[in-house]
């Protein structure tokens, strides 16, 4: 079991104009294909995605952003305790606006969230992790994350925020 332990509960949750504030990121990391020809090997991304514990479906690491951290600190420590992996945020991809059936609460009566995402470059799967017990990691390409993904503001982000800045910025990589 890991000595590291999950944040539970709302006393510190943050929230602004009726959101309660999330942070999550989208844990990825390069996968060398074949050698071209003698070339250097091409290069591919992945994205770690985990399984949902309530029902089917993949989403990518995120929870509450809580008054005594930043936004990349919440993106950081959701990593480890739902996916147990450690990197470095690399970019910024945007807020991501969604309505939560199960997160309503006194301060967003309606359910609305509002989501920080990141691009985590891994450099660490941790062996043992606070929700190893109840949660699944699965490294895919893009194209099947995107198939795969639960929620329609998580596949916005994966295909608007986190493809189009890796498009940008590893021109010589491939998506796939």
């Avoid at 020809?37 to 770690?48: F, R």
């Amino acid at each position: 079991m890991s000595g590291f332990v999950a944040r539970t509960g709302r006393l510190q949750q943050r929230y602004e104009g009726g959101f309660r504030l999330i942070a999550g990121c989208i844990p990825f990391k390069y996968v060398n294909l074949k050698e071209n020809d003698g070339d250097t090997p091409e290069k591919i991304v992945e994205v770690l995605m985990i399984n949902s514990t309530s029902g089917p479906g993949l989403l990518f690491p995120k929870g509450g952003w809580e008054t005594d951290e930043t936004a990349e600190q919440a993106a950081a420590r959701e990593s480890i305790e739902e996916a147990g992996v450690r990197g470095d945020l690399v970019h910024f991809l945007g807020f991501y606006a969604f309505r939560s059936k199960k997160l309503k609460d006194e301060f967003s009566p309606e359910g609305l969230c509002k989501a920080a995402m990141y691009a985590l470059l891994v450099k660490e799967e941790l062996e043992s992790w606070p929700e190893k017990s109840l949660r699944q990691r699965s490294w895919l390409k893009i194209p099947e994350a995107i198939q795969f993904c639960k929620h329609s503001w998580m596949r916005e982000a994966l295909e608007e925020g986190f493809s189009k800045w890796y498009i940008k910025h590893n021109p010589n990589s491939t998506i796939e």
